[in-house]
C-alpha cells in the first residue's frame, strides 16, 4: 500500500554534481555514446505495418512521429480533411493498397453504418453500392425525422 514512485517535481540528490574522474573512467564503458542510435531506430521516409490493423505509416519526424499512409497520400491530392468528422476508406478492402483511385474519403457515420450493416467486402463495386444505400438510409431517416418533428 506504500507509494514508492517518484513524485513529480522531485530533485534528484546528485543533480549538477560532477562524477569524480575515477568513478566516470569505471562509467564509461556502459555508457551511451554521442550519436548512438538503438537498434530498432529507423530514418524518416521507412515504412511499416501496424501489427494490429493492417495500416501503412511512414517515418516523418524524429523521434518517433509516423503518420498513416493513406492519409498522407489523400491530403496530397486533396488536401486536409477533418478526421473527427471524415474518414478515409480503402475500396478493395485492402489497407495495404494505398493509390488514389483506392481511397475515398467519407462521413463517419457512413463508416459506422458500413458496420452496423455488415456491408464490408473485399469487393471495390460493392462496397461502393453499399456506401450508396447507407447514404439513401441516412437521407431516408433524416427526411422522416423532419416530417415527424413538423
Known amino acids: 500500500g506504500i507509494d514508492t514512485r517518484i513524485k513529480k517535481g522531485n530533485i534528484p540528490f546528485n543533480k549538477e554534481k560532477k562524477m569524480s574522474e575515477e ?44 503518420e498513416l499512409e493513406h492519409i498522407l497520400v489523400w491530403e496530397h491530392y486533396h ?14 478492402g485492402n489497407r495495404q493498397n494505398n493509390d488514389i483511385s483506392n481511397l475515398k474519403l467519407i462521413p463517419r457515420s457512413y463508416n459506422a453504418g458500413m458496420s452496423f450493416f455488415g456491408f464490408w467486402s473485399k469487393d471495390k463495386e460493392l462496397n461502393l453500392t453499399a456506401l450508396n444505400t447507407v447514404k439513401l438510409y441516412k437521407e431516408t431517416k433524416r427526411k422522416k425525422n423532419e416530417l415527424l418533428h413538423r
Not at 554521442?34 to 515504412?47: A, C, D, E, I, L
Not at 488536401?79 to 478493395?92: N, P, S
Request: glycine share 8%; with cysteine; hydrophobic share 25%.
Open 23 to 66: 568513478l566516470y573512467k569505471k562509467c564509461a564503458p556502459t555508457m551511451f555514446k554521442k550519436g548512438n542510435r538503438p537498434h530498432n531506430w529507423r530514418p524518416t521516409g521507412s515504412r511499416r505495418i501496424q501489427s494490429r490493423d493492417g495500416y501503412v505509416q511512414i517515418k516523418v519526424g524524429e523521434p518517433k512521429k509516423w
Open 79 to 92: 488536401g486536409a480533411i477533418d478526421t473527427q468528422k471524415e474518414c478515409i476508406i480503402h475500396l478493395d
